[in-house]
């Protein structure tokens, strides 16, 4: 309990805030957490349960006196260990809250009984280098549950519902224990506040069923290792009618064995015969093109020299043409003379030795 923060440090209200207060301090939270706003964002996810567990306890006028009394452990030690499993059950139970804020629309009133937005997918795919630095299309298979077509996601055939005997049709389940009190989700309806007359044949009620979609992914050109692309609509389908999520794809770019990325540029380790160094010329450098470049060497070149290739690197995302490649040189020394060129080698060092 000690790791958690004040629920009036949470919401930015004072001990002494009204029913108003806290509900206006949770409504503007819940605007700048709010998953659709902050899609990927596992902290803002986080923030955003916190301020609702914290809205949770406030709101209620037992469970805020206990609170006061007695702090986190109060409520705990009363049975009622307050928080949200998911961000699900966050729109189930305050979905009149998100209905004021959205009007139904953004993913927002998440009602049990009335349309609901698509979960958002998540896939990566890998790519080398060189598609990375032109771009491409890639084919990314996805498998997830969708809404049952034989009962619309309902779970119930035909669509026919009865009222849930456990909750009384509340969705909620609760215990009173002296000063204290503990409500949870109704484990018989899970929170529907009502159940099948007959379970649906096709998906035995769970109201989902498992399918299997290939999406085509068009890759821009220089994207770089990490980065998502976001694809609206083609998550999760929506229930009841709802809009359907968005699919995020993450890139990893596989390592290529001549080039090293920096940002949209590439660094080559150039080898280059000794004698070219000293003597100068022009060498052929391997491209991303697949079509070798000319690069002149200056006599005298020394190891771990960079010389730079313009316009061979990596295209930039907004299209404003491609960074270079920088060429870091070393020098090729033969491990296996013959008396020749052994000979010739000295002839060059006395040379050398006389200067």
């Known amino acids: 309990m000690a790791d958690k923060r004040d629920y009036y440090e949470v919401l930015g209200v004072a001990k002494d805030a009204g029913e108003a207060d806290i509900k206006k301090a949770y409504k503007k939270l819940a605007v700048q957490l709010h998953p659709d706003k902050n899609p990927g964002d ?72 009335g349309p609901m937005r698509g979960a958002d997918l998540r896939v990566g795919t890998r790519l080398s280098l060189k598609d990375a630095a032109f771009g491409t299309q890639k084919e990314v298979k996805l498998q997830f549950p969708a809404p049952c077509e034989a009962c619309k996601g309902s779970g119930a055939e035909g669509g026919a519902f009865d009222t849930c005997p456990t909750c009384k049709g509340q969705g909620q389940v609760g215990i009173q224990r002296g000063a204290f009190f503990m409500s949870s989700t109704c484990p018989a309806c899970r929170g529907q506040g009502r159940t099948a007359k007959t379970l649906c044949g096709k998906c035995r009620g769970s109201g989902d069923v498992d399918i ?83 690069l002149t060497i200056e006599p005298g070149t020394q190891a771990g020299s960079i010389l730079t290739v313009p316009g061979h690197g990596v295209s930039r995302l ?24 052994k000979a010739l080698l000295g002839e060059l060092q006395a040379s050398l030795d006389e200067k």
Do not use: W
């Not at 998100?98 to 009984?113: M, P, S």
């Not at 692309?229 to 596989?254: H, Y």
């Not at 491609?322 to 491990?335: K, N, S």
């Open 212 to 294: 299997e979609r290939t999406v085509k992914v068009n890759i821009p050109a220089g994207i770089d290792d990490g980065q998502s692309l976001r694809l609206t609509g083609q998550g999760q389908p929506g229930r009841m009618g709802g809009p359907s999520g968005n699919l995020f794809v993450t890139v990893q770019i596989e390592p290529d064995e001549r080039f090293q990325r920096d940002g949209n540029d590439l660094v080559h380790e150039l080898h280059v015969p000794f004698t070219k160094c000293c003597l100068g010329g022009e060498v052929d450098v391997p491209t991303l093109d697949d079509k070798p470049a000319k």
């Open 42 to 113: 596992a902290t803002a996810e986080e923030r955003f349960k916190e301020a609702s567990e914290a809205f949770e306890v406030l709101k209620d006028p037992q469970k805020r006196q206990v609170y006061d009394r007695f702090g986190h452990s109060g409520l705990s030690s009363g049975g009622y260990h307050p928080g949200f499993r998911s961000v699900e059950d966050i729109f189930g139970s305050f979905g009149d809250i998100f209905g004021d804020i959205f009007g139904g629309g953004f993913g927002g009133a998440r009602r049990r009984d």
């Open 318 to 341: 907004d299209g404003r043409g491609r960074g270079d490649l920088h060429c870091q040189i070393q020098i090729e020394v033969p491990t296996e003379l013959s008396a020749k060129a």
